[in-house]
């Protein structure tokens, strides 16, 4: 659904002249809004193809939403110490140093799986190491995370590298493709040496943290419709939910990869990816570890929560009060005829074009409530289901091995493609999928598989003009 109607002009020109009040940070010149420009997050739509396309408010953050938003973008960005006390905390071991580092300009920073070849050399690596047995338990001297960075004087848990090995194919009319398969291995265990035979390791890129205010106030009950009617046997296609419980309480997944959180994880972020307690998580991540004894020489004390709940919610409210890239180039003949041609890949029946949010709008982490995300019709090309993406051993597939709630390891949430086509002008690189092995997004189609095999075959079979044209479609989104 193409839409420009007369009586949003104001609204998007407010949008438009609120842009430019910031100045150089905020270029603008090169925008124009053509009709039938699509709002992709309703009121929360933003004009905006610059860097900071993702790291923009919404209009409608105002008064003391504005300096809470503005607080919680700090606290976001802000690098992380090992000194206790206010903008402390960080460590003794972990995986970046601030929530933007991982999260440059509310993107994905450019991993480091290919820049270095693994774990990072300044201080983070803009990834995640989940390991397990191959039973699935996790193991104890480590959790389910290996934390590759350290403070100083404090030995990380272990060390990533990767491989690729490199396969050459091509499409039916000639032209060539490759795919770059990685292989991990994890050297310089801190304390015991997990054999390969005995390890299952995933890696994770971080998300594009576009559009969470509209997802967390999704209306569940949409979702768990589309569950109940994605079934199209025809292409091998059943979608379906994730529940997990937290704090308690078992709810409808919508975050994360595999869909295995029912809020942003900003509690878990602190926790997991910084090493800094908090009220949830009020024990180091190290707990029991040799690390602690390290921290503690190190001068590091232990008995006081480093970030507090009101902080927290505050980040919260930021990355819920960020605004979504509106599209662009939607008159341009090449994405019209790409946009028929996803249609006819059947893509549109994971990545749903429409959705729509809850009449209240959504609850941050202790009762804060943004009531301007309610009632808001959306398009953010995702069911938010899980489907499996294939197994390794019939072919290409995605399969990691690594269970999260009701997600098995061939199993992975859609991923929202809203703003996908300015994570090269927003974070500099083209990497995608969960482990950033795709290098573009003709790699990242003809990785999919199980559910998502007929879709990539129709794909395939197209001539290189039709490919192209989905291709430019995808990233007007």
């Known amino acids: 659904m193409r839409y420009l109607e007369k009586r949003l002009f104001p609204l998007l020109l407010g949008s438009l002249l609120c842009c430019a009040c910031e100045g150089d940070t905020y270029d603008i010149l090169d925008i124009e809004v053509p009709g039938g420009y699509e709002l992709s997050a309703g009121t929360a739509t933003v004009f905006m193809r610059s ?3 993702y790291d923009t408010p919404a209009n409608w ?4 939403y504005n300096s809470r938003f503005n607080n919680g973008d700090g606290l976001y960005d802000d690098v992380r110490t090992s000194t206790n006390g206010t903008g402390g905390g960080l460590g003794p071991v972990y995986a970046g140093y601030s929530c933007g580092s991982c999260h440059h300009n509310a993107g994905r920073t450019r991993p480091t799986l290919w820049s270095e070849g693994g774990s990072g050399s300044s201080g983070f690596s803009s990834m995640l190491i989940y390991i397990t047995r191959k039973n699935g338990a996790f193991f104890p001297n480590y959790g389910r995370v290996l934390h590759d960075q350290s403070i100083y004087g404090v030995k990380a848990e272990g060390k990533l590298k990767v491989e690729y090995t490199y396969e050459d194919f ?7 493709y490759q795919l770059a398969k990685p292989t991990y291995t994890i050297t310089d265990w801190y304390a015991e040496e997990i054999k390969p035979e005995d390890l299952f390791c995933t890696v994770r890129i971080p998300l594009r943290h576009v559009g969470m205010g509209q997802m967390m106030a999704l209306d569940p009950k949409e979702i768990e419709a589309l569950a109940a009617k994605s079934n199209y046997p025809e292409y091998g296609i059943s979608g379906r939910c994730n529940y997990i419980m937290e704090k308690g309480v078992k709810s409808l997944g919508l975050s994360g990869n595999k869909a295995q959180h029912a809020d942003l994880t900003v509690e878990l972020g602190f926790s997991s990816d910084l090493g800094v307690t908090n009220s949830r998580y009020p ?4 707990e029991g570890q040799l690390q602690m004894e390290q921290g503690s020489m190190m001068g590091l004390s232990y008995d006081q929560l480093d970030v507090s709940a009101e902080d927290m919610e505050d980040v919260d409210l930021y990355m819920q009060c960020l605004g979504v890239p509106a599209r662009r180039n939607v008159d341009d ?3 019209i005829k790409g946009e028929q041609k996803f249609y006819e890949a059947k893509c549109h029946l994971c990545h749903v074009t429409t959705l729509h949010t809850k009449p209240r709008g959504s609850s941050l982490l202790i009762g804060t409530q943004l009531p301007w995300l309610g009632g808001q019709t959306i398009h953010p090309y995702s069911d938010f289901l899980l489907h499996d993406m294939g197994s390794e051993i019939m072919g290409v597939g995605l399969n ?3 269970v999260s709630g009701l997600a098995r390891g061939n199993e992975w949430r859609t991923t929202p493609l809203w703003g996908i086509g300015l994570q090269e002008i927003v974070n500099g690189h083209t990497y995608f999928l969960h482990d950033g092995r795709a290098r573009n997004l003709v790699e990242a189609i003809m990785w999919h598989g199980g559910e998502a095999e007929a879709s990539k075959n129709l ?4 001539n290189k003009e039709d490919r192209d044209a989905l291709i430019a ?3 007007s989104l």
């Not at 091509?170 to 060539?176: A, E, L, R, V």
């Not at 024990?283 to 190290?286: D, G, P, Q, R, T």
């Open 61 to 64: 953050v105002t008064g003391a």
């Open 170 to 176: 091509k499409f039916p009319d000639g032209t060539p």
């Open 400 to 402: 990691d091995n690594y």
């Open 333 to 335: 003949e090449q994405v």
């Open 473 to 475: 479609f995808i990233n």
């Open 459 to 462: 794909f395939k079979n197209m």
């Open 51 to 53: 860097s900071k396309a």
């Open 283 to 286: 024990e180091e991540i190290c």
